[in-house]
């Protein structure tokens, strides 16, 4: 089985930094995602970590320590369309097929 | 082309109607997905369907029957349904069941079951 676990809620101010963590236990971790979903919409692909380190893409960046079973999230520059669900998912080897679990979600609100 | 599209966006139904969610993708992409969403929870996978064949069901009732007819197409038919089954349903495909290619996710249906 799968645990997974995030902030639910936090709050920072437009043009700041905000660093969502998330915590994980899998018995057959195989790579961590990060979706964005706003109210009422499908879940948007933000990032990807498979090896320990950071991945930069752009305002978002996000950090894997699979010794640590940890990740987080990094939004620079926040924007007020930052303001949405913030969701970590895990794949997992089980049964030799894709599984990807995610994760209760944080919900940000960006404040002007 | 990197939509997945999902039809209908919203659909009433009562307990005792049959209806289909219909979700298409021309990615060439070759595992599909279906997750239920509730208000202010995480999506939940249902099934996964993996060069059209059935390879997850994560134990659910048999009221929701999925199918694959092609590889562009996934079907989620609906029958006998619960008011508790309102929910969006979220149809995700990806390259292959290999773990490692990001999922890309319809903007789903949204169930009302009265």
């Known amino acids: 089985g799968q645990n997974i676990d995030q902030p639910t809620e936090m709050t920072a101010t437009e043009g700041a930094i905000v660093q969502i963590n998330c915590t994980y236990q899998?018995?057959?971790?195989?790579?961590l995602f990060w979706y964005q979903q706003h109210a009422g919409e499908a879940p948007t692909f933000l990032s990807y970590?498979?090896?320990?380190g950071l991945e930069e893409k752009g305002r978002f960046s996000s950090f894997l320590s699979r010794s640590k079973g940890y990740s987080y999230l990094l939004l620079k520059e926040l924007q007020m369309k930052d303001s949405a669900s913030y969701l970590c998912?895990?794949?997992?080897?089980?049964?030799?097929?894709?599984?990807?679990?995610f994760g209760k979600g944080t919900k940000l609100s960006v404040i002007p | 082309d990197t939509e997945v599209t999902q039809t209908p966006k919203h659909l009433v139904m009562g307990m005792t109607n049959k209806k289909s969610l219909k979700c298409e993708q021309h990615?060439?992409?070759?595992?599909m997905y279906w997750y239920k969403q509730k208000a202010k929870k995480p999506p939940e996978l249902m099934f996964v369907?993996?060069?059209?064949?059935?390879?997850i069901n994560e134990s659910v009732p048999s009221r929701f029957s999925p199918e694959c007819p092609n590889s562009s197409l996934l079907n989620l038919h609906l029958h006998a349904l619960q008011p508790e089954d309102s929910a969006l349903y979220l149809c995700?495909?990806?390259?292959?069941?290999?773990?490692?290619?990001?999922?890309?996710f319809g903007q789903g249906t949204r169930l009302t079951v009265v």
């Open positions: 995700a495909s990806s390259q292959s069941n290999n773990m490692n290619t990001e999922a890309f």
């Open positions: 899998t018995s057959g971790f195989n790579g």
């Open positions: 970590n498979v090896l320990d």
């Open positions: 998912a895990v794949t997992d080897s089980g049964a030799g097929s894709y599984q990807l679990t």
């Open positions: 990615m060439g992409h070759r595992a």
């Open positions: 369907y993996s060069y059209e064949k059935l390879s």
